[in-house]
């Protein structure tokens, strides 16, 4: 099994650094991207989990000394020059796990407060203090993306014990008991690439569970088959029950 906590550990140790009180970390790209109806991407070294289905395993989250080392104002004046080129009002950092270095997360958020900044997370990180410190920002929308339906589908997913597929459910109520509104400020993702219609009921019985808007903004997600992801799902041993191709096409939905 893997380790999330070992991992976590691995991107504190190759990839992020502290100078001065300044928290640094590695960063592969910067892009506009289409995703949210435009949005301004910042491609972040590093992540707590393997997913056998990631999208960004080569060049970002499953890579650890590699990346230009940066300081949340550099991350937050970048993402602004390609925001204010492209005519986006959304900002957000992607292709690894921004939360292992909250500090500097939070930082980047604060030098961008005329954007919606979408926090793109697995989650496992947000305890009380972490969900608090989000919720004092008014411009952070957090997407909590959920590893599968069920902790038996995390595992898969993942390869990492099952017990972590709660603290993705676990970091939702702390999000929403700090004050979050549920679909505006919050709301749940998932991938949903690997489960059956029964188990995307069980989960949305779980988010109902934490609060009833929960089920009503869940973002699905499937298995995009870019080649590079089909080789590593190969490698893991992994076969999707529902995926699109890399243009959005429906390629099977079992």
Request: with cysteine.
């Amino acid at each position: 099994m893997i380790d999330p906590e070992k991992l976590h550990q691995l991107v504190l140790r190759f990839a992020v650094r502290e100078e001065g009180g300044v928290v640094y970390r590695r960063y592969r790209r910067f892009r506009g991207d289409r995703w949210y109806g435009g949005i301004a991407t910042a491609d972040v070294v590093g992540c707590n989990l393997r997913c056998g289905m990631c999208w960004a395993w080569r060049n970002t989250s499953y890579v650890l000394a590699a990346g230009d080392w940066m300081a949340p104002w550099d991350v937050a004046r970048r993402l602004d020059k390609i925001a204010r080129d492209r005519g986006y009002r959304q900002v957000r950092i992607s292709g690894g796990e921004p939360l292992i270095a909250p500090r500097h997360l939070l930082a980047v958020v604060d030098h961008l407060p005329h954007y919606i900044f979408v926090v793109e997370t697995n989650g496992i990180l947000i305890d009380r203090p972490v969900a608090r410190e989000l919720a004092a920002r008014p411009n952070a929308v957090v997407r909590v993306s959920i590893k599968g339906a069920t902790p038996r589908e995390f595992a898969k997913i993942t390869a990492s014990p099952e017990a972590y597929f709660y603290k993705q459910l676990e970091a939702l109520r702390h999000l929403v008991e700090s004050g979050m509104l549920p679909c505006r400020d919050v709301y749940p993702a998932a991938m949903l690439g690997f489960s059956t219609d029964e188990s995307a009921k069980e989960l949305e019985r779980a988010l109902a569970d934490i609060d009833p808007r929960l089920p009503s903004c869940l973002d699905v997600e499937y298995v995009i088959l870019y080649p590079h992801v089909v080789k590593l799902m190969a490698a893991r041993g992994l076969t999707p029950t529902r995926a699109v191709t890399p243009s959005g096409v429906p390629a099977f939905m079992i």
